[in-house]
């Protein structure tokens, strides 16, 4: 009996036709899945714009519920609005136009954080803990964080008046700022402790740090340095490819610094030190303590694996993951 040709061929094609099948039903199941959960998800937007007592911006409700679905993720995935997307490029490019200060609402108070030094809010005097009582001579009393930045940042050269409210004053101390170009450096601090010991402090990795670390280190050399203090503690990371270049300045060419992993394709990747280090022979202590995060823990870790550093302190804050950011729409 003559066995006909075509047999194989009609049966591969019927394999291949149920496997194509299969997957693109299962595709088209799962798109039938977020289409219904995105309905369940409008109509509680309706509800709450319909029936809630008090109207309540949209963007809100959608930012905060983007933010509920990403903590379903992990405890370090979230969302930016565009404004704070904006203020973390700030901080990561290490500049922006405005007086130099960190602010936070305590009490419904406008409070001075942190002032940048060299910045127009430190050569004016303000003083950390100072309230920020009238901007422009409005009162700022139950302002948000966003409310006066919008209104202290500004064209470089122009004027803010603001008035402060401070510990020990009974008047408001009025003072007209000019706004200038704040760099905002993550080195805070470089000075021998001894004739031989060098100091460094890394507050945060941002996109200008392996350069400051790199001026910091030359500086401390000039000055007889033979062994440093790099103290990350309170560092809570930042730009991984910083991390990756100051660590590559303390191990041999060709070491590995930090592996990634994770469920996309590109999302395997090894880095190594890729160039000759300056100080491989350098003797490090490394400080780091709770606060202590992300890029801290790759370069500390690096450096302990590979014998580079002593670190000491307490056991650091163990966030095991690199994270990306992605654009959704109107650059949030």
Known sequence: MTRPRFLPIAVLAILLSALVGGFYGSVLARQDDVTKEYRVFTAALE???REYAEETPYDRLVYGGIEGMLKTLD???SVFSPQDYARMRERQEGRYYGLGITINVVDGDITVQSIFEGSPAFKKGLRRGDVISR??????KGWTSEDAVKRLKGPKGTTVNVSIKRRGYDELLDMDVMRDEVHIVSVRGT???DDQTGYL???EFTETSNHEVGAGLEQLLAKGMKRLVLDLRDNPGGA????IAITNRFVPRGEMIVYTRGRVPNAAQDYRATSRGEYTDLPIVVLVNRNSASA??????ALQDHDRALVVGETTFGKALVQSVYRISDNA
């Open 296 to 301: 801290s823990e790759i370069v500390s870790g």
């Open 201 to 203: 402090k890394l507050a």
């Open 240 to 243: 991984l490819d910083q991390a």
């Open 135 to 140: 901007i422009e001579g409005e009162d700022a």
């Open 47 to 49: 509800a709450i714009d």
């Open 191 to 193: 000075f021998m402790i």
């Open 75 to 77: 405890p370090h995935s």
